[in-house]
């Protein structure tokens, strides 16, 4: 085993990060020790690992964070993701932070990203997700950034409001639910049928939908001839600017009828159960 992953891909330091809640940290130490810690040592991984304390103890260590290592790796949910892309976009290098692979091992409620990575059947798989760390490829994705009362943050799965937020935000007190909390927070919502205090402004960055083909086409021919994630070219420096700030007046489209819930994704799965928007209509 040794001999075998070690000839496919090697890593030599992994940032093993586990989340700070109680109920959470309890199950991602006894996955890391059991499950996920072996499969890397047996590979010849260096490891590197720190229990979170608390809430925003990933963000902290992320901010600093030597750029020496290969990967870093999440025991948690995708809330410690989020800390740990935060915290990268703070760092004195943010181009050059936000290079470094982050591989997940499914140990939250939702586990979204470890889905899009390994599908809804193998996304809650530890032992999988263990494995991709060692043998999966590099993959680039684009984030999220907004502003809010002036803050920036970096989002790298979605953004929701109202009652697919509430679902969320509303049921942490839940979580030994599992992702079952989700549906919960779902059928509490729509019992509710509360609109959302908001006025949505959109503009359209493209119509044309042969332009859209044209530029997918593109897109697609460029990610299958670059070169192996290994030999990429890291660039270092600043985030790039925001565009669409507040000022910026032209092209928007507004939609000002009371609205149930708002929410923008950018990967197929955001939980297992998928059907939760389909219910609404």
């Known amino acids: 085993m040794e001999v075998w992953y ?10 093993g990060l586990i989340p700070a809640h109680p109920f959470l940290q309890r199950k991602g130490v ?14 010849r991984c260096s490891l590197d690992v720190t229990h979170t304390a608390h809430r925003g103890h990933a963000f902290d260590l992320a ?31 943010p181009r050059k932070a936000l290079s470094i692979p982050i591989a ?33 490829k590099q993959m680039k994705v684009d984030v999220f950034s907004l502003t ?5 943050t970096i989002s790298f799965m979605s953004q929701a409001l109202g009652l697919m937020a509430d679902l969320d935000i509303g049921t ?15 059928l509490r919502g729509i019992l509710k049928f509360k609109p959302c205090p908001v006025q949505l402004s959109y503009k359209v960055a493209e119509s044309d939908k042969i332009k859209m083909a044209e530029d997918f086409s593109k897109l697609q ?6 070169v192996e994630a290994s030999t990429l070219h890291v660039t270092s420096g600043v985030l790039p600017p ?36 389909s219910m609404l209509g």
């Open 63 to 93: 901010k600093d964070l030597p750029l020496d290592y290969d990967a870093i790796v999440t025991v948690s949910g995708d809330g410690l993701v989020h800390e740990i892309l935060n915290g990268f976009a703070q760092h004195e290098d």
């Open 104 to 136: 997940p091992i499914p140990t939250g409620s939702g586990n979204g990203l470890s889905l899009n990575l390994l599908g809804l059947e193998r996304g809650f798989d530890v032992t999988e997700a263990a494995l991709n760390v060692i043998k999966g």
């Open 221 to 226: 021919a460029h990610r299958n001839s670059r």
């Open 242 to 277: 925001l565009v669409n700030l507040p000022d910026d007046m032209e092209g928007w489209t507004t939609y000002d009828k009371p609205i149930l819930y708002v929410y923008a994704g950018k990967g197929p799965f955001v939980g297992r159960y998928r059907d939760c928007l």
């Open 30 to 43: 006894a996955v890391w020790m059991k499950t996920v810690e072996p499969i890397l040592r047996a590979s």
């Open 6 to 15: 070690a000839s496919i891909f090697v890593l030599n330091l992994i940032r």
């Open 172 to 186: 942490e007190n839940l979580r030994w639910m599992g992702d079952t909390r989700f549906m919960v927070g779902l």
């Open 148 to 152: 809010q009362d002036g803050k920036r």
